[in-house]
Each structure stands twice: as structure tokens, then as C-alpha cells.
């Protein structure tokens, strides 16, 4: 089950609503959107250790009237320039192991080199997410990383599209982002709920002998295997 911050934050607006954009491995650590009448909060959620329940600190807090743009910056000039830096990377190691070790001019670049690549590569490979929202006189931001979290990569493409919807008409319904992850990792309420009003029987999907043939041909057909 996932561990959402909402249970902890009862009271603070109304008609509030969450989806959770990151959760750690173990579960005892998660980071959530929640959108209310009022306010739109970012909060992260740790288990307590021995203890049920669980706490909750705020990221981000903004009122919800006051947000007038949205940027996700998921850093992909790096994924597009990910050979040049892989064959640097290589480059300037194979050329920094090649020089005697020394602190010499040439190994200082190539180890400079390699670790700036390297470290762009690692950085790329954690798969980090920016989320920037503009108000009328500032831009807040929260970063963090989706390693190995196909659940969180699927969110933040509904969270696109949403947000733009939200900045044309001011609304938002964070139940479709749960319906639509719903066929990875745990479903919601609102997963299960769609799921059961689509109750077509799967029988009726089987067609049947006269939806196949009009009848003409099949008493056709039917007439000529009696012969």
C-alpha cells in the first residue's frame, strides 16, 4: 500500500486530493502533489520507525489561485548529447591512465574531463525531474530523482498534461492520473472504481455465427453441406 501524506494533513484545506509522485523502495518514503480548494502542496512522507503513522514536511506550499505557469524540466539536452559524453568519458580515461600519474598539466585535464562526463552520465541515469511553478512575483521549484520508478516516469507525463489543462480552465482532477497508472504498481480507489464500471460481460465480446455471416450466406452455406 502506498504511503500518502493525506491521512496527516486533514483540516488544513478542503476537497483535497493526492497522487504520489515518488515512493523509496522499502516504502517508508514518499513524495506527493496534493491539490485542495485553496492550496497546492508537495510533501514528503516518512514512515515512523516503531511507530505507526507517519510524518510529514512540506516542500512546497502554494495557493492554488496564485500559480500562472509550469515548467518540468527533466534535463533531456543531456540524454541528447549522451554519446559525445559517454565516448569523453572513455576518452579521458583511457588517455589519463596512459600518462604516468603525475599532477602533471595533461592528467589534470583528463581526469577533469572524466569526472565531469561521469558525473553528468550518473546524474542523466538517475533520471532527475524538476518541477518549477511561476507565480506573479516568483518561481519555486522542487527537484528529485525517479531511478528505477517506471510508476513516477508515467505520473509526471499525466502531471504535463493536467497542469496545462489546469492553467487554461483552472481545474484539476488528480483521479485521472490514478486511473491511468492503474495497470502498474498499486491501484486506488479510483482505479478499482473504473475498472468495475467497465463490467461488460467477455462473453458478449465473442461475436456470434450470424454477426460473422449475413444470413443469406450462411443458409447458403448450411445448404450446400446438406447436399
Not at 502506498?2 to 504520489?20: H, N, R, S, T, Y
Not at 561521469?118 to 546524474?123: A, C, D, M, N, Y
Not at 498499486?186 to 458478449?204: I, K, L, W
Request: hydrophobic content about 40%.
Amino acid at each position: 500500500m502506498e504511503l500518502k501524506a493525506l491521512p496527516q494533513l486533514i483540516g488544513i484545506d478542503q476537497e483535497m486530493d493526492e497522487v504520489v509522485l515518488r515512493e523509496s523502495r522499502n516504502r517508508s518514503e514518499s513524495l506527493s502533489l496534493i491539490v485542495g480548494e485553496s492550496l497546492f502542496q508537495l510533501v514528503r512522507t516518512k514512515r515512523r520507525k516503531n511507530e505507526q503513522g507517519a510524518s510529514t514536511v512540506h516542500s512546497l506550499c502554494l495557493r492554488r489561485d496564485s500559480i500562472e505557469g509550469f515548467v518540468h524540466n527533466r534535463f533531456d539536452i543531456i540524454r541528447a548529447f549522451r554519446w559525445p559524453l559517454i565516448l569523453t568519458c572513455l576518452f579521458s580515461f583511457i588517455s589519463s591512465s596512459l600518462i604516468s600519474i603525475t599532477w602533471t598539466a595533461p592528467f589534470e585535464l583528463g581526469i577533469a574531463l572524466f569526472l565531469f562526463s561521469s558525473g553528468l552520465l550518473l546524474f542523466r541515469l538517475g533520471k532527475p525531474h524538476q518541477l518549477v511553478f511561476i507565480t506573479n512575483n516568483s518561481k519555486q521549484s522542487l527537484f528529485f530523482f525517479s531511478f528505477r520508478s517506471k510508476k513516477t516516469e508515467i505520473i509526471m507525463k499525466e502531471i504535463d498534461r493536467i497542469m496545462a489543462l489546469f492553467l487554461i480552465n483552472g481545474k484539476i482532477d488528480l483521479s485521472q492520473i490514478n486511473v491511468n497508472i492503474g495497470r502498474i504498481g498499486d491501484s486506488t480507489t479510483t482505479v478499482n472504481d473504473s475498472v468495475v464500471m467497465n463490467n461488460s460481460n467477455s462473453e458478449d465480446l465473442i461475436p456470434s455465427l450470424d454477426e460473422i455471416y449475413p444470413n443469406s450466406e450462411f443458409e447458403e452455406i448450411d445448404d450446400k453441406k446438406r447436399r
